[in-house]
């Protein structure tokens, strides 16, 4: 069993930046394949990024198209935790933004939800225009 916990989400004027971590329990963080997800009232999830097991391919990562040049994921292996740098928001970014865990060690960045056994509670980033 995973546990991920996110935090860093809230409200930011367009333009602004913002920083999400996700914390995971367990010991062995760096073979999961990690990802972010977000989602608003009315729509499906939409993936976000990914990034693929340390062990696997030195964490190989995946964008949408809408957030690539603006959004960095990245994880500290030592800290069992993942990241979502997003710079440039815009308030079509707002939503609830969630992490996953796929803890079979894709060497890939997994862009399905499918590909995912574990999520997080969500966190919620508004952008006011």
């Known amino acids: 069993q995973v546990e991920l916990v996110e935090s860093g989400g809230g409200l930011v004027q367009a333009g602004g930046s913002l920083r999400l971590s996700c914390a995971a329990s367990g010991r062995t963080f760096s073979t999961y394949a990690m990802g972010w997800f977000r989602q608003t009232p009315g729509k499906e999830r939409e993936f976000v990024a990914a990034i693929a097991a340390i062990t696997w391919s030195g964490g190989i990562t995946a964008y949408a198209d809408s957030v690539k040049g603006r959004f960095t994921i990245s994880r500290d292996n030592g800290k069992n935790t993942m990241y979502l740098q997003m710079n440039s928001l815009k308030a079509e970014d707002t939503a609830i933004y969630y992490c996953?865990?796929?803890?079979?060690?894709?060497?890939?960045?997994?862009?399905?939800?499918?590909?995912?056994?574990?999520w997080g509670q969500g966190t919620q980033v508004t952008v006011s225009s």
């Open positions: 996953a865990a796929d803890p079979q060690g894709r060497t890939y960045a997994p862009r399905a939800e499918y590909e995912y056994d574990y």
